[in-house]
């Protein structure tokens, strides 16, 4: 058939387009995304659909009849719909029927970008490139629609990488898709905010942006921020990226919660926390060494003023008692805070807070052995570190029981302490910090000296060697999960929580040993994507996941065994990040087998990521790698986590290939493509 001459023009108009030959659209788009920041970036690509309602009056995104609605609401929700489009032809599939329809999807997208104040440019740009698909040929609208789609997608893709490092377009395509991946964990939603900041604080965005835990689950109100997830995810999120500011008003933000000597486990915006968990604010004061080892200038955040909201641990949110002081003073009051000791209970214990918890588990303790230097704490009723599930099954008689109390030393909290510590007293030696003695109850310590005691106690502490004999024993050559745990053989049970240690502070066991250990947690532990929670020859080994399980199996039933089998992404990376931390100790040939391990497993999360419509990686996997559908699919540990791993290898000069533009194999995104005939 004949296409009339407005037709032809408009079809002329696209191509143009696609060749990249349209200099005026081109400079215009960059133009209308430069003065945007990444904040402005995540609601440009992404925003499921819990935060877009959260952010623009309850309002979400295109339902595409007979199909649903995309996981994200930005441009990167039909990503993957137009790439199983592209991949099998499908020109059958509801989202070309909906086109070839009406153009309401073609007005959605920048009638949606209208929701959001700063991207009202970009929105006008949009809607100009998307103008010529008003006068094409119905039965043409899917083909031109995607290409048009393909062409703004790939520049807001690459303008949103070079906002956070420019050497990502020359990156592999793994560390770019984390990259990206990371944008949509982090943003403002306004019913999930930071804690205020200091008023001497400036920043690009008006609110400072939170990383969400995971979504869909963790992504709104009072579940999208958690201490610990956050500075778990920080170090590959933020500070890989060069997103300093973002690290920084995210350390800052956190600090001015300090209670107890503890950072919250949930944030609820820091005005109803809740300091149940003893593992948050070893990851915090590690954030923050690690911020001042790579952000340029990064010391002077020891300086930047942190707004206490709770100066007294009696204080109530809003009472009046508010003070600003120097970060160094809050690291110092929550270093000193646990070597005195710290005992309380949780404010508004019981169900309010907590349907499950029995009354018990709402004491909150942490003691340093004063011979060790080990920190000890909670109970068999409590959980405070991450494998926190509590039983919530009065069928099965798990309610009120944790699954993993993992009470008494936690290996990792010691390796994390060990590192903090140790970097303290070097900023107190150069005068950074003031004061080298750590008061505390019956004894006074220096930073180092605290940091010995850990140092000379860990290894005979933790490690099981071919010699060590008890009842509780099942494996050896491992670290212990535990010491001084009151069931006494969850100490021995083979976990994946060492490798942790062992990253953050590799000379904490000698090279040889922590290899070895290392071997024994891969030989048992590794799966495809993730690591299993529990030795698999543990009799209380489950390895997949059902959170709706209502059976009459304790072990299993309402989720019980949530950390008792099933494989978690973040830690897997830390077991990577640990391999190449010892190798390094060890040189010659191991670092060349460490380098040729890692990289042979990350090949199967480039596909994990290409294969999810959330272009993410989840929160963990059932057994051998099968996918759980109680997983958050989108989870920012184990996207940071990753990220933080490509970044060690850039540093070992591994090659890289660029391709901004995704891959040739089926299983790789390919924007650049698209399927006009």
């Known amino acids: 058939m004949r296409l009339a001459d407005d037709q ?27 003065p945007l920041t990444l904040q402005d970036m995540n609601a440009v690509l992404f925003k499921c659909e819990g935060e877009e309602r959260e952010s623009t009056e309850g309002r979400g995104g295109y339902h595409i009849p007979k199909h649903g609605t995309p996981v994200y609401c930005g441009l990167q929700g039909l990503i993957p719909i137009l790439h199983h489009i592209r991949l099998n032809n499908d020109l059958g599939h509801p989202l070309c029927g909906n086109l070839r329809d009406g153009c309401w999807l073609v007005d959605y997208v920048h009638q949606r970008m209208r929701r959001y104040e700063r991207l009202t440019e970009l929105a006008d740009k949009t809607s100009s490139l998307f103008a010529p698909l008003y006068s094409i040929p119905f039965f043409l609208r899917p083909a031109y629609f995607e ?38 964990l982090s943003g403002h939603v306004p019913n999930a905010g930071l804690p205020p900041l200091s008023d001497k604080i400036k920043m690009k965005d008006v609110f400072p942006s939170s990383l969400s835990a ?41 600090a001015g919660t300090l209670r107890h000597g503890l950072i919250p486990n949930l944030l ?118 991450w494998m926190d599930k509590m039983g919530s099954s009065e069928k099965a008689g798990n309610k009120g029981l944790p699954a993993t109390p993992r009470d008494g030393a936690p290996v990792e909290l010691q390796g994390l302490a060990y590192t903090v510590l140790s970097e303290m007293q070097k900023w107190s030696e150069k005068g950074v910090i003031e004061g080298k003695e750590i008061e505390g109850g019956d004894a006074s310590i ?76 891969r030989d048992a532990l590794m799966g495809p994507l993730g690591m299993k929670t529990l030795d698999p020859s543990d009799w209380a080994y489950h390895g997949d996941y059902n959170n709706d399980d209502d059976g009459c199996d304790r072990a299993t039933a309402k989720g019980w065994n949530y950390h008792q089998g099933p494989e978690w992404l973040w830690v897997a990376a830390y077991y990577l990040q640990a391999r190449l931390a010892v190798a390094k100790e ?73 391709n901004v533009g995704g891959e040739s194999d089926e299983d790789e995104e390919e924007e650049g493509d698209n399927i006009i005939p």
């Open 8 to 34: 032809r023009e408009a079809i002329a108009t696209i191509r143009e387009i696609m060749g990249e030959r349209n200099e005026e659209m081109n400079r215009a788009l960059d133009a209308a995304l430069a």
């Open 147 to 184: 290409a048009l789609y393909a062409y703004l997608y790939r520049r807001v893709k690459v303008a949103t990488l070079e906002k956070m490092d420019s050497s990502l377009l020359s990156a592999d395509s793994l560390e770019q898709s984390l990259a990206l991946s990371s944008v949509s």
């Open 214 to 254: 995971g979504s869909p689950h963790f992504s709104t109100g009072i579940w999208r921020n958690w201490g610990r997830d956050t500075f778990i995810a920080i170090f590959g999120c933020y500070l890989a990226l060069r997103r300093y500011e973002d690290a920084k008003a995210t350390i800052l933000a956190y």
């Open 268 to 385: 609820a915006e820091g005005k109803s926390p809740r300091y149940n968990c003893r593992d948050a604010v070893w990851f915090w004061l590690y954030a923050v060494v690690r911020y001042v080892r790579e952000a340029p200038g990064g010391v002077e955040i020891l300086k930047a003023p942190v707004r206490r909201l709770y100066p007294l641990d009696s204080s109530s949110f809003g009472d009046g008692s508010e003070r600003e002081e120097e970060l160094r003073e809050t690291m110092r009051e929550a270093v000193e805070r646990h070597w005195k000791g710290i005992e309380f209970r949780e404010r508004n214990s019981g169900r309010g807070i907590d349907e499950h918890m029995r009354e018990r588990g709402f004491d909150v303790s942490i003691r340093v052995d004063r011979e060790t230097g080990l920190m000890h704490g909670g109970n068999e009723f409590n959980c405070g570190t």
């Open 446 to 521: 220096s930073y180092d000296e605290w940091a010995k005691l850990i140092e000379k106690s860990f290894e005979r502490e933790f490690y099981v060697d071919e010699e060590t004999q008890g009842p509780h024993v099942n494996r050896r050559r491992i670290l212990k999960d535990t010491v001084g745990s009151s069931a006494g053989y969850t100490d021995f049970q083979l976990r994946c929580n060492f490798p942790i240690a062992l990253a953050v502070a590799p000379r904490l066991v000698s090279p040889i040993k922590a290899w070895a250990a290392l071997d024994t947690a």
């Open 586 to 658: 060890l040189g010659g040939e191991k670092m060349e087998e460490a380098r040729r391990e890692v990289l042979s497993r990350l090949g199967a999360y480039r596909i994990a990521l290409n294969r999810s419509p959330w272009r993410s990686l989840p929160e963990l996997t059932n057994a051998d790698g099968k996918h759980c559908a109680h997983s958050c699919e989108a989870q920012a540990w184990s996207v940071g986590c990753l990220l933080e791993v490509c970044q060690t290898l850039r540093g070992w000069s591994i090659p890289q290939r660029s």
